[in-house]
């Protein structure tokens, strides 16, 4: 794959799953998930390597959701039960609420991180929610942010803690939609991870042959 789909490919990525993990989806949006470029581009996420069998089971759990007779409002309960409960009824999305680190240190990094790529939090929405953190992402790999800058964010906000929000998503509900959207990101993202940090051993190798 050349280097501008990779690129664009990494970009669409976060940004898409910022919005779909941000708040519950409405009516307009849920008509977007069945169409037929955006189940395409879902199937098409299947050649990242890595991905296949996680895409399998997000698509399996969105052609679920999608033949639900009130499928707006039952998607809405099942947000509101796995992200707006407080633990242990639910899942924080928050940074803040893992053990790498405080909500008060974590929002604070990032508020200073939106500021620097001129972002603000949506709806005064903590900064250290996983749809902002992946959007500030989106952001930096669109604006081709420096390699060592995106792998910093990737490794030291998002992966120190995504894996136990995905962990903890399966455990609630291993089907439903929305932990297989989270399991499916946290996939990407691990595999961005490598990716990055195999272009930065490139990088520092080939400056060593100069």
């Not at 698509?59 to 033949?67: A, G, K, W």
């Not at 007779?69 to 242990?88: G, I, M, N, V, Y």
Request: glycine content about 4%.
């Amino acid at each position: 794959m050349q280097h501008n789909q990779i690129h664009q490919q990494r970009v669409d990525m976060y940004q898409w799953f910022s919005q779909l993990l941000f708040r519950e989806l409405d009516e307009k949006q849920l008509a977007s998930l069945e169409n037929d470029d955006n189940r395409a581009w879902i199937v098409s996420l299947a050649a990242i390597p890595g991905l296949s069998g996680k895409v399998k089971h997000f698509e399996r759990s969105l052609t679920r959701i999608l033949r639900r007779d009130s499928r707006q409002l039952e998607l809405a309960a099942d947000f509101a039960s796995l992200f707006l409960l407080a633990p242990p009824g639910g899942v924080s999305p928050y940074a803040g609420h893992y053990p790498h680190t405080t909500a008060s240190a974590e929002r604070q990094q990032m508020n200073v991180l939106l500021i620097e790529h001129s972002l603000t939090a949506r709806e005064n929405e903590p900064s250290d929610h996983i749809a902002i953190q992946l959007a500030l992402m989106a952001k930096m790999v669109a604006k081709e942010e420096a390699l060592s800058a995106q792998y910093y964010f990737l490794h030291h906000h998002m992966m120190c803690w995504a894996p136990l929000l995905r962990d903890a998503c399966l455990a609630r509900d291993e089907q439903g939609f929305y932990p297989q959207a989270v399991n499916l990101i946290v996939s990407f993202m691990r595999e961005d991870e490598q990716y990055l940090e195999s272009l930065l051993m490139d990088d520092f190798y080939l400056s060593g042959q100069r």
